[in-house]
């Protein structure tokens, strides 16, 4: 059983940062991409960024661009997102998730975690 678990989530202002963890167990890690993904109130899931099972492959939406950064460690079956810069619109619910394809679509992910809030005020 896969599980995967997200913490780093909070309170911040804007043009604060946060990191968001993942934690994974239960398969082989570093064969998987893993992705985050977000989901404001009343608004459909929607993709942030995505790192392929090797970590040489890095995608990012346009959004998040040149703010965030994804990083993962197969040492420890981690996967990190690093939030500067952030913006209100930025608030939602980060989701992590594991699967054969590192890109936007949310098809090509089997596993999900139980999100963590991060929320940006003005």
């Known amino acids: 059983q896969v599980r995967l678990v997200e913490s780093g989530g909070g309170l911040v202002q804007a043009g604060g940062s946060l990191r968001l963890s993942c934690a994974a167990s239960?398969?082989?890690?570093?064969?998987?991409?893993v992705g985050w993904f977000r989901q404001a109130p009343g608004k459909e899931r929607e993709f942030v960024a995505a790192?392929?099972?090797?970590?040489?492959?890095?995608y990012y939406a346009d959004s998040v661009k040149g703010r965030f950064t994804i990083s993962r460690d197969n040492a420890k079956n981690t996967v990190c997102l690093q939030m500067n810069s952030l913006k209100p619109e930025d608030t939602a619910v980060y989701y992590c998730?594991?699967?054969?394809?590192?890109?936007?679509?949310?098809?090509?992910?089997?596993?999900w975690g139980q999100g963590t809030q991060v929320t940006v005020s003005s």
């Open positions: 998730a594991q699967g054969s394809g590192s890109d936007h679509r949310i098809s090509r992910y089997n596993y």
């Open positions: 239960g398969r082989t890690f570093s064969n998987y991409a």
């Open positions: 790192i392929s099972w090797s970590g040489g492959n890095l």
